[in-house]
C-alpha cells in the first residue's frame, strides 16, 4: 500500500519561489511515475505536471510551462515540485499522485494520493 505524504506548502506573494515535496513509502518507488494536480476553491481537480519512471520523461500544463520544474530523487523517495514566478492563480491545494511505470494527465489514471499541501499566492 502506497502513503503519498507532502510538505512546503505556505503563503507566498506574487512573483516568489516555492517548493513543495512528496515523500513515498511503501512501494518500488522507481516503478512509479509520479504527478502533481491541484485544486482551487469551487474548481476540479487539475494537472499540473508529471515525470515517468525513469526520470528522463516530463509533461507540464501549459500556464506552468517554463515556471514550474518537477523532479524525483530515487534515493529518498522524493518527488518535488518547483514553483517560480508564482502567480495569484496558482493558489490551490497540491496533491501528489503515483501510477506505474507511465506518465499520465488525467485524475483518474492515478489510484494513489497525498492528502494535499495548501499554496496560497497574494497579490
Known amino acids: 500500500q502506497l502513503a503519498l505524504v507532502e510538505s512546503g506548502g505556505g503563503l507566498v506573494q506574487a512573483g516568489d519561489s516555492l517548493r513543495v515535496s512528496c515523500v513515498i513509502s511503501?512501494?518500488?518507488?522507481?516503478?512509479?511515475?509520479l504527478a502533481w494536480f491541484r485544486q482551487a476553491p469551487g474548481k476540479e481537480r487539475e494537472f499540473v505536471a508529471a515525470?515517468?519512471?525513469?526520470?528522463?520523461?516530463?509533461e507540464y500544463q501549459e500556464s506552468v510551462k517554463g515556471r514550474f520544474s518537477i523532479s524525483r530523487d530515487n534515493p529518498k523517495k522524493t518527488s518535488n515540485l518547483q514553483m517560480n514566478s508564482l502567480r495569484p492563480e496558482d493558489t490551490a491545494v497540491y496533491y501528489c499522485?503515483?501510477?506505474?511505470?507511465?506518465?499520465?494527465?488525467?485524475?483518474?489514471?492515478?489510484?494513489?494520493w497525498g492528502q494535499g499541501t495548501q499554496v496560497t499566492v497574494s497579490s
Open positions: 511503501g512501494g518500488s518507488f522507481t516503478s512509479y511515475a
Open positions: 499522485a503515483a501510477r506505474l511505470l507511465s506518465v499520465a494527465r488525467d485524475v483518474k489514471d492515478f489510484g494513489a
Open positions: 515525470i515517468d519512471y525513469t526520470g528522463r520523461k516530463t
